[in-house]
């Protein structure tokens, strides 16, 4: 798979890793690229075109499937975190966190995997697909489904030659994460690799050693992980 002339698709291409995904794809040479927000009037990035999308209306997706008939490379980006925890949490918050990042994308996904032949899907996945924490285990729960879900969408996609990639990465400097004081990535960083990963057809990127950790730690006994009273 080669950026050079793809026509890409971008999910929340207004902000965060989302607008770097799409000013990039077109540094990198791409042919279009389809830069989708709620709110395509926010998008200002010379040479993308806007395209309005809501991954939560099966609606939107059918019409601007029905636009971006050129698709070869589907960047699902878009995602959202409500810090709601899965006991005691707001049902209605921690359903759109799954709608958001496994029903949405799956959506996304089977509107668009008949044109992509031949071409590519990149998955913004998280370390969270791997573990969880408390005050955001709805996020957590969510990536974990979108993470297996990409799993078996790719086995799906194999006989016609599509590759998927999922994207692996702790905290990024992005609005999302405005109120995380942790450690956090510059997003340029995150995806330029993760388009360096497309490039050589891999299946997974795991773009800091705070993901790689936690993978290594799911062959381990939970207790060394979680530190529970």
């Not at 955001?136 to 799906?156: D, F, I, P, S």
């Amino acid at each position: 798979m080669q950026i050079n002339g793809a026509v890409a698709l971008v999910t929340g291409a207004n902000r965060g890793l989302g607008r770097h995904f799409t000013k990039q794809l077109l540094e990198r040479g791409a042919a279009k690229v389809y830069a989708t927000a709620r709110r395509p009037e926010l998008i200002d990035i010379p040479g993308a075109e806007p395209l309005r999308l809501d991954i939560l209306d099966p609606s939107s997706i059918a019409a601007a499937a029905g636009i971006a008939t050129d698709v070869t490379l589907l960047i699902n980006n878009a995602g959202i975190t409500t810090y709601t925890n899965l006991v005691t949490g707001d049902l209605d918050k921690i359903r759109l966190e799954m709608d958001t990042h496994f029903w949405g994308t799956l959506r996304m996904i089977r509107a668009f995997a008949p044109r992509l032949s031949g071409g590519a899907i990149l998955n913004v996945l998280s370390a969270l697909s791997w573990f969880n924490y408390e005050g955001a285990t709805a996020y957590g729960a969510a990536k974990a489904a979108q993470w297996n879900m990409t799993n078996g969408v790719r086995l799906e996609l194999a006989p016609q030659k599509t590759l998927v990639t999922g994207l692996h990465l702790g905290a990024a400097d992005t609005d999302m994460m405005a109120g995380y004081q942790g450690p956090k990535a510059d997003p340029a960083d995150v995806v330029r690799a993760a388009l360096d990963g497309i490039e050589e057809n891999r299946l997974e990127v795991v773009f800091d050693e705070w993901s790689a950790m936690v993978k290594a730690s799911l062959a381990e006994d939970p207790s060394r992980f979680y530190k529970l009273t």
